[in-house]
């Protein structure tokens, strides 16, 4: 994957797990949502990093 493609998929996680932690009084879904989100910005990281290491 590219690293614009990284920072992309991380984007739309950070996003959903945002998401799923306002929209949810459930515990577990709340906890799911800010590890999709954590993935999410581990991501964008990632793809920021291939970015860097290609120029």
């Not at 739309?12 to 945002?18: D, F, K, L, S």
């Not at 709340?30 to 990093?49: M, N, S």
């Amino acid at each position: 994957m590219s690293g614009t493609t990284d920072k992309i998929k991380g984007k739309t996680n950070e996003i959903v797990g945002e998401a799923k932690q306002k929209m949810s009084s459930d515990p577990k879904t709340q906890a799911k949502g800010a590890a999709q989100e954590a993935k999410g910005k581990a991501q964008q990281v990632k793809g920021a990093v291939k970015d860097n290491l290609k120029k």
